[in-house]
């Protein structure tokens, strides 16, 4: 007779404790560890780039950090070529939100009206762009003879370098060798000094912009017209809807998400945008035609450079855009788009 022996049962786990799970964090690793790795190297890139500059950024907008007041010790040096460095009496410290208070109150900068520029700049570029590309769309979306071509040439303002298509439009609003002028006088008008008034400095830059940003809207609003199915339009053909009405009631709602997605995207690199007002009105006259980002590129790198100052323009610009998305996002969701 063979005799089995049972294996022991396991000891049961003291009454009140249990097992220790692992950590979400840990789950999450052992079962998408290949996402984790493909991931990592882009967040440490980021960090880099971006996260460590803000971060240091919004840290020395409390800060008095100047050219003149940077260096922790001040050297010299003396007849017999030796060097004496000394500490810096007037060395940076923290000020708290001493320039946030400057900047608001007018103290330090033009503020409120660079901020009364800048809001002109981004709604007149955003309609422009906006309804000039949806006016493209609209046609480039119709069966024509050369359709292919005209998109390939209404897209070219968006492949040429926003520095070269500034320097251009610059030499065309040129008050003597302009092509602009030169149009008004040939039917008569005297020449217009375009850098010479901020109304019409800005509108040069206005110009230039709306010809580089009208092909993205263009494009993104072609794509999305057409993801619209057929069948809707010709059911409402059908119907006897005139073109209009095809338009208003299938057209602007199918757009709908694409737009509320290229406005915002639209806002928020208008609101930004340095290189044309920085190269075509180089804030002429006197700095009337400033937007705020213009304006803190000049408060870190001309003159004796306020790097926080610089810093708390640059702050005060990301809240701006961070309200505005709030509150757009929230209205999005007021008419029922998710996102």
């Known amino acids: 007779m063979t005799t089995v022996t049972a294996d022991p049962a396991p000891a049961p786990a003291p009454a009140g404790r249990r097992p220790k799970q692992p950590s979400r ?21 980021l960090a880099v780039l971006i996260f460590y500059p803000l971060v240091r950024g919004i840290y020395l907008s409390f800060t ?22 000394k500490p810096n009496p007037n060395r940076w410290e923290f000020v708290g939100l001493d320039n946030y208070v400057r900047v608001l109150s007018g103290e330090v900068g033009e503020f ?10 981004t709604v007149a570029c955003v309609v422009f762009h906006y309804g000039l590309g949806l006016g493209l769309a609209v046609m480039l979306n119709r069966p024509m003879w050369g359709r292919t071509l005209y998109r390939i040439l209404l897209v070219l303002p968006w492949a040429v370098p926003a520095f070269v298509s500034a320097f251009a439009w610059k030499f065309i609003f040129n008050e ?6 030169s149009l008004l006088t040939a039917v008569g008008i005297d020449p217009v000094d375009w850098f010479g008034d901020w109304r019409t400095s800005l509108l040069t830059a206005i110009v230039t912009n709306i010809w580089l940003g009208v092909p993205f809207m ?20 059908i119907d006897g809807a005139t073109p209009w009405q095809r338009f208003k009631n299938i057209t602007l709602p199918g757009l709908r998400p694409v737009s509320m997605t290229v406005i915002l995207l639209g806002t928020i690199w208008t609101f930004n945008m340095f290189p044309i007002i920085f190269l075509v009105t180089e804030g002429q006259p006197a700095g009337e035609s400033e937007i705020l980002v213009t304006g803190a590129y000049r408060a870190a790198f001309e003159g ?20 505005f998305s709030v509150f757009y996002r929230r209205m999005l969701r007021k008419q029922g788009e998710v996102w």
């Not at 998408?32 to 190297?41: D, E, L």
């Open 25 to 45: 964090l840990r789950r999450s690793w052992d079962k998408h560890w290949y996402a984790w790795a493909m991931v990592i190297p882009v967040v440490v890139v």
């Open 64 to 85: 008095n950090l100047t050219e003149a007041n940077q260096a922790a010790e001040i050297c010299t040096r003396s007849i017999t070529g030796s060097e004496v460095c």
């Open 112 to 121: 409120w009206q660079w901020t009364a520029v800048t809001l002109i700049w």
């Open 176 to 181: 003597r060798f302009g092509l602009a002028n």
């Open 218 to 237: 263009m494009v993104a609003l072609l794509g999305g017209m057409q993801t619209i199915p057929a069948e809707l339009y010709e059911a409402a053909e």
């Open 304 to 323: 004796i450079r306020n790097y926080s100052l610089s810093s708390t323009y640059g702050v005060l610009i990301l809240s701006i855009l961070l309200v």
